[in-house]
């Protein structure tokens, strides 16, 4: 999920090429952990999965737009997607796994990283921005406002810098959103500041998807 970068730090081709030591990446990991990092989630040319039991967001904008990127193979893609903006989010039992198909000698390789469960805070996050392309959940909205244009949803933190959104396109927003149950596909997720309490990536054979 090669996408726009809104501010942060761009991990190109995330959890998929596995060419950084896991040491190295154990260390970004724990960096993020302790919210020392702008985080930038995408995996070029692939969607990847997250669900979580509670996600409570204020400042909360929704608006399309397109991510580009490349396949691991060097093709343009384009998606369309629904971008999920939030001023601050905080996300409880959060689990996202992404799927390497294919790789010589070894097949699938799922990596899966989880964070904010039992036992810990909650995923905190700042400036946070989802590229969604599906979403199950039971949602409650606040003070919600349907078919603003996207550039006048004031509420949220506004279109993310480089997206490509028509600013004159339908969005929605609320001073709060309360989502439960949550089981998304996304192709990019960015935040200002992303903090993640608990947090435990593994490397497993074969599909072992989030849901």
Request: charged share 15%.
């Amino acid at each position: 999920m090669e996408s726009q970068v809104r501010g942060g730090t761009r991990w190109k081709r995330f959890a998929v090429v596995m060419v950084p030591s896991v040491a190295a990446t154990a260390c970004i990991g724990i960096a993020l952990a302790q919210g020392a990092l702008a985080a930038s989630f995408s995996v070029s040319g692939q969607s990847f999965k997250v669900t979580a039991d509670k996600l409570v967001g204020t400042g909360f904008s929704q608006y399309g737009a397109i991510d580009q990127g490349y396949t691991l193979k060097g093709a343009k893609t384009a998606h369309p997607v629904a971008v999920s903006a939030f001023k601050t989010a905080k996300i409880t039992n959060m689990c996202q796994s992404v799927v390497t198909p294919d790789i010589p000698l070894i097949g699938s390789v799922t990596l899966t990283l989880n964070a904010g469960g039992k036992g810990h805070d909650p995923v905190k996050a700042k400036q946070l921005y989802i590229d969604v392309e599906e979403l199950e959940a039971d949602a409650t909205f606040s003070n919600i406002d349907i078919g603003v244009a996207a550039k006048d949803a004031n509420k949220g933190p506004g279109i993310g810098k480089g997206d490509q959104a028509n600013p004159f396109g339908f969005a929605q927003q609320a001073d709060k959103a309360v989502l439960t149950g949550v089981k998304q596909t996304a192709w990019a997720t960015t935040a200002g500041t992303f903090k993640l309490s608990g947090l435990k990536m593994s490397f497993s054979k074969g599909v072992n998807e989030c849901y």
